[in-house]
């Protein structure tokens, strides 16, 4: 089992910054990405930027080059710095872990609340 612990989140006005991060502990063998995602009520979660062990990074259109993703393999944390947040980057963000041995699983950390308002 892997453990999944979030922290960073708060409020924020527009234009401002926060740095989300995630820690991967227990059985992290074979992990090969983390990632944030984010919901608002109602909607689907959806990958707001991921990062493999390779490097290998992806963003949603929406926070590219306004948020940085990454990762320090050594701790199994990884990082979201997010600039120039906007009224519509609120919502709860989710840090995704996934390995892979002969299967592969996926967890997911407890939420963290980011709202952007004036």
């Known amino acids: 089992q892997v453990q999944v612990v979030e922290s960073g989140g708060g409020l924020v006005q527009p234009g401002g910054s926060l740095k989300l991060s995630c820690a991967a502990t227990g059985s992290t063998i074979g992990l090969y990405i983390m990632g944030w995602y984010r919901q608002l009520p109602g909607k689907q979660r959806e990958l707001v930027a991921d990062?493999?062990?390779?490097?290998?990074?992806t963003y949603d259109d929406s926070v590219l080059g306004r948020f940085t993703i990454s990762l320090d393999g050594a701790k199994n944390t990884v990082y979201l710095q997010m600039n120039d947040l906007k009224p519509e980057d609120t919502a709860v963000y989710y840090c995704?872990?996934?390995?892979?041995?002969?299967?592969?699983?996926?967890?997911w950390g407890q939420g963290t609340q980011v709202i952007v308002s004036s």
């Open positions: 990062i493999r062990t390779s490097g290998t990074k």
């Open positions: 995704n872990v996934q390995t892979w041995t002969s299967v592969n699983q996926v967890y």
